[in-house]
């Protein structure tokens, strides 16, 4: 049974740092682009950051750039997003994402339920 679960998430004052994870079981963990996507309240969810299955290519929206960074442990099957200097704007649920990266999982996609981080002074 294929499962992500993101934790992590919580009440934070802007300026500062969570740590989100997620494990990954049930699949091929090596074999999926892992992302983490964000919902703020009243609006569309949002890619926020992407890794490659080997981890040698990241990648984030502009609007986080210099203040995340993702990782990712393919021992321990978990994906990280470490969010710093956070602002009320990054308040939203975290959603981790698997996507198929190598035959035959192309086209498989996969999401976990998601974890709140609000950010509040």
């Known amino acids: 049974q294929v499962q992500l679960v993101e934790s992590g998430g919580g009440l934070v004052q802007p300026g500062g740092s969570l740590r989100l994870s997620c494990a990954a079981s049930?699949?091929?963990?090596?074999?999926?682009?892992m992302n983490w996507h964000r919902q703020a309240p009243g609006k569309g969810r949002e890619l926020v950051a992407s890794?490659?299955?080997?981890?040698?290519?990241?990648n984030y929206v502009d609007s986080v750039k210099g203040r995340f960074t993702i990782s990712r442990d393919n021992v321990k099957n978990m994906v990280y997003l470490q969010m710093n200097s956070l602002k009320p704007e990054d308040t939203a649920v975290y959603y981790c994402?698997?996507?198929?990266?190598?035959?035959?999982?192309?086209?498989?996609?996969?999401w976990g339920k998601g974890t709140l981080v609000t950010v509040s002074a």
């Open positions: 994402n698997a996507k198929g990266a190598r035959s035959p999982h192309y086209g498989m996609d996969y």
């Open positions: 049930g699949f091929t963990f090596s074999y999926y682009a």
């Open positions: 890794i490659s299955r080997l981890g040698d290519t990241v």
